[in-house]
């Protein structure tokens, strides 16, 4: 059986775990990956990974790759997805494509032109646990929904000096749960009014970001919901979501180191939220990674489009603009 050869580009968090999901799979072969870091490299070496390179014209134009995934900071997503559509390679790239709008629809058009497969990682998508809320939504188990509720609080914040660059919590962490109100009922949305503090760190104020949120959006169809983010919650990861309908509710709760309770006269003691995303959704990763591999194989679409990053990164702007402006703004303002 002939393998994908796919290269890694960026070997940080996300890039280790794509690179080790990657590595189990019978019909994907991994040529070659690149990062600057000597630590990275090494860390391929150890998997057995034999060509490592630091730049990414080297990895790109050395290999007769099939694939790519792009795990490299922020800021070089745009030139190396270009590059490598240019070159014919299929394409996974973490999000965002780029913080700016026309910077995106730039680099799509780029990749329409060369007709190659464009992937972006929302990886919640594949979390089996969110699957089961929207395939009892699309059964019509609720009935039709009225309220999408949607809780994500990271267990501490990230370094200053990747807010800096990241921009902000409404493109590094909200992002991703734009991206679920869209998917999870399968709707635009319309309308943003953002509400959102520095209540945990003052650094973070000094940096031009929040570290607290509350969201409210309206959909298309006037369907409503309501995101709350925090950077720090004391007790863990916090993940969870619920769709209220004319039928009823589903949700999806926290996925707990364990499943133990201990009852006694003083309560219910159980375990804490799973402590970060890694592990919370590490299956996720495999589902997805593989998913893209199975598109480039059986020549499918890609689950996870551009346009669809293209729609949360626009989301994410009009919340930046509604907090500014402390206003409603409707999602068309942001062109």
Same mark, same amino acid.
């Given at each position: ?25 019978s ?7 690149? *990062? +600057? ?9 150890? #998997?057995?990974?034999?060509? !490592? ?11 007769q ?6 795990? !490299? +900071? ?20 973490? $999000? ?8 995106? $629809?730039? &680099?799509?058009? &780029?990749?329409?032109?060369? =007709? ?7 990886n919640?998508?594949? /979390? ?5 809320? $929207? !395939?009892?939504?699309?059964?019509? #188990?609720?009935?039709? +929904?009225?309220?999408? =509720?949607?809780?994500?609080?990271? +267990? ?12 902000g ?16 009922? /399968?709707?635009?949305?319309d ?10 760190? @003052?650094?973070?104020? #000094? ?15 006037? !369907?409503?919901? &309501? ?11 916090? @993940?969870?979501?619920? &769709? ?11 996925? #707990?180191?364990?499943?133990? %309770?201990?009852?006694? @006269? ?19 990763? %495999?589902?997805?990674? @593989? ?16 346009? *669809? ?10 919340? $930046?603009?509604?907090?500014l402006?402390?206003?409603?703004? %409707? ?5």
């Amino acid at each position: 059986m002939k393998k994908l050869k796919i290269g890694v580009a960026g070997l940080g968090r996300i890039g280790k775990i794509h690179l080790n999901n990657l590595l189990q799979l019978s019909n994907v072969e991994v040529i070659g990956v690149m *990062d +600057p870091s000597t630590e990275a490299v090494e860390y391929a070496k150890l #998997k057995g990974v034999e060509n !490592t390179y630091t730049k990414f014209n080297e990895l790109v134009t050395n290999n007769q790759l099939d694939a790519i995934v792009i795990c !490299t +900071p922020t800021n070089t997503h745009a030139n190396y997805v270009e590059a490598s559509a240019k070159l014919g390679i299929q394409i996974f790239c973490e $999000k965002p494509l780029d913080l700016n709008m026309q910077r995106v $629809k730039d &680099v799509l058009k &780029v990749v329409d032109k060369s =007709k190659v497969k464009l992937m972006i990682g929302f990886n919640r998508r594949f /979390d089996n646990e969110y699957r089961k809320v $929207k !395939t009892s939504i699309n059964n019509g #188990k609720i009935g039709n +929904p009225y309220i999408v =509720k949607i809780t994500s609080r990271d +267990p501490s914040p990230p370094p200053l000096e990747y807010i800096k660059n990241s921009g902000g919590l409404f493109l590094d962490m909200t992002i991703h749960d734009f991206d679920m109100a869209r998917f999870i009922v /399968d709707k635009e949305i319309d309308e943003i009014y953002v509400k959102g503090e520095a209540l945990i760190d @003052q650094e973070i104020q #000094k940096v031009g970001d929040i570290d607290t949120a509350v969201v409210l959006m309206k959909y298309v169809d006037s !369907t409503l919901a &309501v995101i709350d983010n925090s950077r720090k919650a004391a007790y863990g990861y916090d @993940q969870r979501i619920e &769709v209220f309908g004319s039928k009823g509710m589903v949700q999806a709760n926290n996925i #707990k180191v364990d499943n133990s %309770k201990l009852y006694n @006269q003083n309560g219910i003691i159980s375990s804490l939220p799973m402590d970060f995303f890694l592990e919370r959704y590490m299956e996720a990763y %495999k589902i997805e990674i @593989q998913d893209f591999v199975d598109s480039v194989i059986n020549n499918r679409g890609v689950s996870v489009t551009g346009i *669809d990053g293209l729609k949360s990164l626009q989301i994410g702007l009009a919340a $930046k603009k509604s907090l500014l402006e402390n206003r409603p703004v %409707k999602i068309i303002e942001i062109k």
